[in-house]
């Protein structure tokens, strides 16, 4: 929960006018969203609104239609020389994915491959890191999440709560400069959801940039620094925590706050 | 103890099952006696059947020129699936990719090549010169570099390793498709999102998932090929069957000499059987909860719970 800073830095995120389509369906329909360095900023919304898809948008796994993404100032997906935009390469699209984070509501661990390897797959093989040294700090990780011990295990040895903590020690693993979370607690038995939002509040508290689609209205009010809520395909509303989650002006996000509350 | 205190229509008796009695099975026993009584016969068939010619089959067991044919039906085995496998690894991809003209293309390959008996193919590969009489290579449609007969070029080994290899591609690319696609999806927009490159994703996250899935039914076909292999006597090349029927012809010693065969067949396929299984406990690591830990428990399908289970743990 780091102040915003009040400076006009460039934003770590700046989404303008960003439009989706699959097929006929306008999936995205307009979204604007700027988010500060250092801020955390949680996405509410109902289900099939478009919070997985623009999340998706930022880090290029689903290509936007219209409008524009730039992370920490560079524009995402294409470039843009002497008024003419042009698609990028794949390798730089891979090149852009290194320095944004995400995790799934799945998981998606690779379950081939040990703990350690999940986390040391990305630094040694993408980044290129010498092994010595990636290793310790993968194990810097897992102990960061509470899994030093389980490096050797494979993810379906674990319990949900524990891969998903793996999966963000993966993630970090990369130093992202951004994280996005997809419904990290979603799949998740009830009494494990806590391990994953403390790990997730810690990271908050370390200065991380976040952006969090979840329906933990809790976690919410006590880590994020802004509430966006999302309907249809658009932004409805977005302010403090304390703002829209305690005092919604917008019809349908009373309706939503007064369902899942 | 409170139910024995309670009035007698709720009394439950006290039992303890541990000793009691199996339930028997006289029409398992039935049938256990009949097949014992078949096995004797078989043996003692084979023992006083005296046109088995043991002592035949004992002289040609590991005589050399049986060696020579075991040694062409290998190598035929091993390059013509090694073929099979490159290609059919091409063809799926292809068969996946996003470019419409390669999809298509790649289908009717497998359209194409699955569709004729391999038996026919071989036959007609050997008799390629009477289509083509010459072959080159260069430019298409331009100048040539290299040029010669086909009758040169196209020897019954190469008759074989085409007809085998290509109509193997198309099976493989069919096992080796439905392996990628029985992976989930999410692997791959997981490596995606670390910034990992198509290719790396498909050596790194894709492919060794896949195996777990492609391996049992290859572990077939090269069985089938190696058997396969033995089609190939029609164009007189000489394998292990086109050995013995040499030999048999002259000798007329045709029962040993298809035994022999029939032996050392049966030897490498079952060699072949123990490689598969080490292969796949390879690729089961991480598949399941209580990954197979000795080999023999693998073989035998039995498997331990050895792992303890997982105590999650919350973090302070
Ligand atoms: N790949 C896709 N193809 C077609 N429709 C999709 C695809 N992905 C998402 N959608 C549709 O887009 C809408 C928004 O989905 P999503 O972004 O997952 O919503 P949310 O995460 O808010 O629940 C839904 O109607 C969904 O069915
Ligand atoms: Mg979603």
């Known amino acids: 929960m780091t102040a915003v800073p009040l400076t006009d830095a460039p934003p770590m995120v700046r989404a303008r006018n960003v439009r989706k389509r699959f097929g006929h369906l306008e999936v995205l329909k307009g979204i604007d969203l700027d988010v500060a360095v250092g801020e955390v900023v949680v996405v509410l919304g109902p289900s099939g609104s478009g919070k997985s898809t623009f999340l998706r948008c930022i880090n290029h796994l689903e290509t936007i239609d219209g409008g524009s993404i730039h992370v920490d100032g560079e524009l995402i997906g294409f470039r843009a020389q002497e008024g003419r935009v042009r698609h990028l390469r794949k390798r730089e699209i891979t090149r852009q994915r290194r320095e944004i984070g995400m995790v799934f509501q799945q998981f998606n661990l690779f379950p081939h491959l040990t703990v350690l390897q999940n986390v040391l797959e990305a630094p040694t093989g993408v980044r290129r890191e010498p092994r010595g040294p990636a290793r310790e700090r993968a194990l810097e990780l897992l102990a960061k999440v509470g899994l030093e011990e389980k490096s050797a295990s494979y993810p379906r040895q674990l319990s949900g709560g524990q891969q998903q903590r793996v999966a963000i020690a993966r993630a970090l693993a990369m130093r992202p400069k951004l994280m996005l979370f997809d419904e990290p607690t979603s799949a998740l038995d009830p009494e494990l959801v806590g391990e994953v939002l403390a790990t997730m509040k810690g990271l908050a508290e370390e200065g991380l940039t976040m952006v969090v689609v979840t329906h933990e209205i809790g976690f919410a009010r006590e880590v994020a620094d802004r509430v966006v809520f999302m309907d249809a395909g658009v932004v409805v509303e977005s302010g403090s925590p304390a703002s829209v989650l305690d005092d919604p002006s917008n019809p349908r996000t009373q309706a939503f706050l007064s369902r899942v509350l | ?316």
């Open chain 2, 1 to 316: 103890m409170a139910v024995t205190e309670k009035t007698s229509r709720d009394a439950v008796p006290e039992v303890d099952v541990a000793g009691a009695a199996r339930t028997r099975h006289p029409l398992r026993w039935v049938a256990s006696f009949i097949l014992l009584v078949l096995a004797a016969q078989l043996v003692h068939l084979l023992v006083t059947n005296d046109n088995f010619e043991w002592d035949v089959v004992g002289r040609y067991f590991n005589a050399q020129i049986i060696g020579r044919g075991i040694v062409t039906t290998l190598e035929l085995t091993v390059i013509a699936m090694a073929v099979g496998v490159v290609g059919g690894v091409l063809l799926a991809v292809g068969r996946l990719s996003e470019n419409r003209l390669l999809r298509t293309s790649c289908g009717v390959y497998v359209w194409f090549f699955r569709g004729i008996p391999v038996l026919v193919q071989l036959v007609f590969w050997y008799n390629l010169s009477a289509l083509l009489p010459r072959v080159s290579f260069g430019v298409p449609f331009g100048p040539e570099f290299v040029s010669g007969g086909t009758n040169h070029l196209i020897t019954p080994l190469f008759a074989a390793i085409l007809g085998l290899g290509l109509n193997e591609a198309a099976y493989m690319a069919e096992i080796i498709r439905g392996g990628l696609l029985a992976v989930d999806p999410g692997q791959t927009e997981a490596a995606q999102a670390l910034g990992m490159s198509d290719a790396r994703t498909f050596r790194r996250i894709v492919m060794p998932q896949a195996m777990r899935f492609i391996v049992p039914p290859t572990g077939s076909q090269v069985i089938n090929m190696l058997k396969a292999t033995s089609l190939v006597s029609v164009i007189a090349l000489a394998d292990l069957l086109y050995t013995v029927q040499s030999i048999y012809n002259r000798t007329f010693q045709t029962i040993p000499l298809l035994i022999v065969a029939c032996l050392w067949y049966l030897l490498i396929t079952s060699v072949l059987y123990v490689g598969q299984s080490f292969i796949e406990r390879h690729y089961a690591r991480g598949a399941t909860r209580n990954a197979p830990q000795g080999f023999w428990d693998f073989l035998l399908m039995r498997r331990r719970a050895q792992l303890p289970p997982t105590t999650p743990e919350v973090p302070s």
